[in-house]
Structures are given as C-alpha cells and as structure tokens.
C-alpha cells in the first residue's frame, strides 16, 4: 500500500532531479524503435558507453529486422562479442527480429504484451521502448534507478516491479518518463553503487539513507560521549 512508503518530500526531490538533470535523455544511441530495441536488449549487464561502441557497426551490417533475421549466428556473435552474454543476446536479438519481420510486418511492436512476448525482451526492456520511441509514459527500472529510488525513500522494495509500481504511485504520470532519466543520471553521476558521493549530492537533505545514517552516527556520538563520562 501506498502509505507503508517511507515519508520524503517527493516533490522536493523531483525538482532538485529536474534542476539538476534538465536535459536527462536516454544514453543509447539509436535512430529507430529497432535499433533501440536491440541496443537496449545489449544493454542488460553492459554499460551503455560499451553498448554504443558495438551498435553502430552492428547496424551497418544489419540495418532492418528482415535483415537480421537473415545474419548468421556466429556473424552476430562476432560483432557484438564484447557486450557481456553475447552468445544468449545474439540468438535472441535474431530471434525477435524473425518475429518482428515475420509477424508484426517488420515494425517493432507498441505494447507491453507484444513487446514482453520477444526473446530477450523483459518489462524493463520494454519500458525503455514504449517511453522512449512511443512516448507512452513508463518508468523502467534498471539497477540506477533501483538502487537510487530506494536510497532515497520513493521506493522501498528488493524486488524491481513492485519498485517501478511504487514509483508510479508517487511520481506524476506526466514526469514518469523524465523521472527515470534523472534517476539514471543522479545514479551514474553522484549516487553510485560503490561509493556514493553524498558529501556533494543536492539531494542529501532529502534522501532517507543519509538522513537514517546521520542519525546513527548522531546516537553513536551520544552513547560514546557518555560512556566517557
């Protein structure tokens, strides 16, 4: 329920993530719904710097679903061999371009069932597409944007689809599109999963996390002092 969420000025931390990020944007290259489906398909443990370095020459050999669908495996397998789970991700990007080519006219599909029904296609997957190449509005959850919301107390969850339903229970539906973008940004820019910049982060004063390890340190401080006494 949405009352069990923990209590944080969400619209407070909206708009310093607005501030801060203006102009968050989707960090993998593409021209197309195809070439972002793939390339966010390439994505999943890869980071999308890596991902860019491999698409461009990816495309070039195979532009369109039709002419994927057609490349051989092993040809695949090569030009993307060093995006982590390259031989799964090859079959599968072949896979859901045959499906795409065969059965949805060449067109990459605009909903969430038909997306999720494509080899290698999860909810995440597909909310990138549907936010990004459709402006449907859509939070995808990737481990930014897990890692970050949960930090900050607009989620409270292990598990990424009670996150992203959480967050769309908080955040406006309009900004939901925009909001795992600066989510993204805040994650791979200031709060990182190893060492998180809290010492400069704007959103400090705001964020849960620092808010309960202040605290800690504050009683810690207080039972030391009096143990002295």
């Not at 990816?58 to 490349?71: D, G, I, Q, S, W």
């Not at 200031?190 to 340190?217: D, G, N, Y």
Request: overall charge positive.
């Amino acid at each position: 329920m949405a009352s069990t969420l923990p209590r944080v000025p969400v619209g407070t931390i909206l708009r310093t993530l607005e501030d801060l990020y203006p102009d968050a944007h989707c960090e993998l290259d593409h021209r197309n719904p195809y070439e972002l489906l793939i390339a966010t398909i390439l994505s999943a443990q890869c980071t999308d710097k890596r991902v860019n370095m491999i698409t461009p020459e990816l495309f070039k050999h195979y532009p369109t679903p039709e002419a994927m669908a057609n490349a051989p495996l092993e040809d695949v397998e090569r030009l993307i061999a060093q995006c982590g789970l390259y031989k799964m991700k090859a079959k599968n990007i072949i896979e859901t371009s045959r499906l795409i080519s065969g059965e949805h006219g060449g067109e990459v599909p605009s909903t969430m069932e038909t997306l999720v029904a494509l080899p290698g296609v999860g909810r995440k997957t597909a909310n990138v597409v549907l936010s990004n190449a459709f402006g449907v509005p859509a939070i995808a959850v990737d481990t930014h944007v897990q890692r970050v919301s949960n930090r900050l107390g607009l989620a409270d969850s292990d598990d990424v689809l009670e996150t992203e339903q959480q967050l769309m229970r908080r955040i406006p539906k309009a900004q939901w599109t925009q909001a795992h973008h600066w989510l993204i940004f805040h994650g791979r820019r200031v709060c990182s999963a190893r060492q998180p910049q809290c010492s400069r982060c704007e959103l400090a004063v705001s964020c849960r996390t620092f808010r309960e390890s202040a605290k800690r340190q504050k009683r810690m401080r207080a039972r030391d002092r009096g143990a002295n006494l």
